[in-house]
């Protein structure tokens, strides 16, 4: 009988497992071990707070464990969860282990709210994160239920997602990070684009107040343009039944009134009677500027004189 024989290649591979620790409790893994998610909505890291971090960690560690779940391509290593600034900094200071939580695999949509509410997450990493769940086929009802987040604010985040230069230039530039000024922005900038590339171009404070104010000035001053041309509508309405028109003309300095019912003897001339001495003139068209059109008649009526016949 041939007895049996002992791998002792697994028998070192399993010494070299991390021990496990109890549902619920952290245990020590070593940093090498760790993997950051190619998938990890966060693409932003801030290098001033990354270093203070640094800072901190080196002199007190890692107090809040991080979190990780068993990778799924390298046996006997992890893939983060949460915690990707803590576990970065541990590897700059030289740790060589951190606490962690071993947890079931999460979805993105974890990953998004835990840094949601840490506020770690800038509003370009939500928009772009949105966008890419409403193209992987999700509707943005269900996108907004599973982030606990308003319809409105999905809405409002979509408005950074191939936006105007204008738009991602402003957000760049640190004029306003906010998910809420820059939607508005947004909107004044569609419906009066020029008028707000000028009032971006000035030296202005983009905040939501003042984006509200520039489009309560800019829709008044389109109701009073609309006003007008209503105006102007009306007058020309009007002209249309002038029984006795009257075309006041200016040539020069000189002011006058067309003659209208009369042709002038010369090619390319009207006839003006001057408003100095009632003397008519031919004068060349294009000479000639209109100053208005009026009813004849519109004024007082000039009193007649009544023919007397003569007696005998």
Known sequence: MIAPTIDLDALEAFEKLEPTAPAGKPMMVDTGLIHEDPEQPRKVFDDTKQRELCTSVAESGIRIPISVRPHPQLPGQYMLNFGARRHRAAVAVGLAHVPALIEDLLSDFDQVIENLHRAELSPMEMALFISGKQKGGMKPAEIARRLG??????????????APSEIEATYASGRTTSPDTLYDLRQVLDRWPEKTRAWLASDVDVTRRSVEHLKRHLTEAEKDQMSGAAGRDKASHRTDHIRHPLLKVRIGERPGVLVLNRRSD?????LVRWDDGGEVQPVEVQAIQVVALEDGRSGPAKPRGRRRELRR
């Open 266 to 270: 010369l090619d390319n001339h009207v």
């Open 149 to 162: 987040l308003s319809r409105s604010a999905i809405s409002k985040y979509f408005a950074l997602v191939d």
